[in-house]
């Protein structure tokens, strides 16, 4: 019998055609082909037929949290990807610095895309000129993790996450945070941001280390408000110990918000330079401890997001050379899906169907010899819905509960 | 991209194999065949799989309106797309000309098939004659729209939409209306269709357009009472601008009633005799400002509720000849399915699952070759319901709403 799982989600590997065939079909996978002939395949819906999710909503309905229960914001989970330990209520943004000039205008949401060493730099200046904040019973947390980007976090009493972003994603005149509704938390949230982007605006423009900069990093903007609850356990819903094997935050943060074990693997990045090939051997570890493993890969949804298809069959070549053979390597079950469609010619997330495959020793196979959205339409597994992922691999793995007797 | 979109709806299109194959099957339809090659067919259960829906509960839910919160009855509907204007709390009834003779026998349900003209002069002498119910704040419309057929509209306080119909679709005795419930609201509305039902029989009875009549129109039978509530417009709802090209005034009516733009063809009938090419056009020109046409064809229902098989043949060729080229000739996507199965041999309604394609430039293709039930059911769409095809077209044309970030 197979004991235990890895589940390979490939971030946005679903796409339509480029010009005759998608990326997957272009792609040379001689060990997923291989895999293939020995699984079923099908096609799935994350959420709902035709409906677009973002990652955060997709990754939890794949893991078995329906998102109309368990969303919780981008801002929280982005927080705990960064490590930062959130409690009940806080309220959590994504932040990033920027540069504001002229005045009052955002000229980079980026700040020229500043390097890692010196935000961190900069993340000391701001905590300490946030201090005088931190009074009666607020607290601020403001945490910068890669280049440009941060997480910011409010703890305290009569908080809400229900104000306006400050980065609007366009460049112009800066955003002031407001209330979204009429309760006296949200305007009192809103108060708090505001002052906060002024306090670390009068701190950071006169920051030394933005006397050289181009795009002096002298502003934090942030979005994806949210508050922080706590989930069940993954082990208790599930029943089974799971690890999680992610470079991205975001993913991270979604591991940490349902308990499961997070590995940190030295060079799983979620960039197109990440290493597969350690992320491979992490599984292979985990699942000596684990039932389940979970393995995420970033790369492809970038690609497509850049509308580089070249781009994305390079990577899934990679992903086939590089971490196929270590997982296959495994007694382990393998089930292969994408969270969506992100189409290269669009350039954004879609509501197209997403191939997924499920390889089990001695499994049902279908008789397919490629794994692609169009193979997938003639596949054992049929349309699933992304609910259905964690029913199937604890089935597999003989840890579903049995329904009646 | 693709901006817009068309949703053909080829009414009662799905049956059952006549001797060996179905009409979709047997139709030669080289334009649909082209179609096909670069599109994806599935198969839809308009509600859930197996239910045998109306015309309008399955035209509510494909158009994204679930029919157990919108579905206000057939007579509200057939109402609007008379052209009558309906207030909130309108109790609306379908009405039909018939024969009363002998004292107190239904001879005939369509008063001989009275032709429309004739029926458009009695009906002044019917908004003549019922007058005088027309106090304490009671408003009656009749209007009669094509042959025998008309609607009935109720306007005042203390209505109910909870009383039986005057015409049991059976020959005989004339039935009384009542109450079906034991409200005053429910006892007052049966009265005073009881009142009017006897009002224009008096008058009619001596009406100089029915002398020379085999079958007098002396007698206006109603059916299908439902109460007026207003639903939240297409637009809102969907986030697109929207028109509707149909001949029947049922379909006209839901597109009224979701806030369509409902658009008037020369011509379009809903006859067998309707004018496609006209529709076509019709087609084309809304798409200028419109991201989303609706395009209904009803004979092919017709022609299966008389048991004519090749008749639906035809008429499907005729479809695939005269209406299908045009549509093709746009940039838009083009969603072709019908509402339900109408089965020839069996003359009515069904639950069997209905044939869908969705072709759009550049878009996913499984290969099929031809458009029909057999097909259908290999294709990569899979199995889908109703309430997945506006999603679908919506992420298509790229107006879907993001689930999450």
Redesign the interface.
């Known amino acids: 019998m197979t004991q235990n799982a890895i589940l390979l989600i490939i971030d946005g590997v679903g796409d339509?055609?480029s010009k005759k065939f998608?990326p997957l079909q272009m792609a040379k996978t001689p060990n997923m082909n291989e895999l293939t002939m020995n699984s079923v395949q099908g096609?799935m819906s994350p959420?709902?037929?035709?409906?677009?999710?973002?990652?955060?909503?997709?990754h939890l309905q794949i893991l078995g949290y329906a998102?109309e229960k368990y969303?919780i914001g981008?801002g929280p989970l982005e927080a705990l990807g960064a490590n930062v330990e959130l409690k009940e209520g806080d309220i959590a943004f994504r932040a990033n610095f920027a540069t504001l000039l002229f005045g009052n205008e955002i000229t980079d949401r980026r700040a020229g895309r500043i390097e890692s060493k010196t935000a961190k730099e900069l993340e000391n200046e701001i905590n300490q000129c946030i201090q005088n904040l931190n009074r009666n019973g607020l607290k601020i947390i403001f945490k910068s993790t890669v280049e440009h980007r941060g997480v910011l976090v409010l703890r305290g009493k009569n908080l809400s996450a229900n104000v306006s972003a400050t980065d609007s994603h366009k460049l112009g005149k800066l955003e002031i945070c407001k209330p979204l509704d009429s309760s006296a938390e949200a305007k009192k949230t809103a108060e708090i941001i505001n002052m906060f982007t002024k306090i670390v605006h009068e701190k950071l423009k006169k920051s030394k280390l933005n006397l050289k900069r181009e795009f002096p990093a002298n502003i934090v903007l942030v979005r994806?408000a949210g508050i922080y609850r706590s989930a069940p356990k993954f082990e208790e819903v599930h029943g089974i110990k799971s690890a999680c094997i992610a470079g991205g935050a975001l993913y991270k943060g979604i591991a940490h918000y349902l308990g499961m074990n997070v590995i940190e693997v030295k060079g799983a990045n979620a960039t197109k330079n990440t290493d597969l090939h350690a992320k491979g051997l992490a599984a292979q570890k985990a699942l000596e401890k684990c039932d389940f493993v979970f393995v995420h890969v970033k790369a492809t949804d970038s690609f497509s997001h850049d509308g580089d298809v070249k781009g994305k069959v390079k990577f899934i070549e990679k992903i086939d050379k590089e971490l196929i053979p270590l997982l296959k390597k495994t007694d382990a079950a393998l089930i292969i899906t994408g969270d969506h469609s992100t189409v290269c010619?669009?350039r954004r997330?879609?509501?197209?169907d997403v191939p997924i495959l499920v390889y089990e020793k001695n499994g049902r196979k279908d008789g397919l010899k490629k794994f692609d959205?169009?193979s997938a339409?003639?596949g054992g597994l049929?349309?699933i819905l992304g609910k259905d992922v964690m029913p199937i691999i604890l089935n597999i793995i003989g840890k579903a509960k049995i329904y009646g007797s």
Request: glycine share 16%; net charge neutral; charged share 10%.
């Open positions: 339509l055609p998608t096609l959420i709902a037929v035709g409906t677009v999710p973002g990652s955060d909503i997709a998102p969303y981008r994806g010619a669009l997330h879609t509501g197209y959205e169009i339409m003639k049929g349309h």
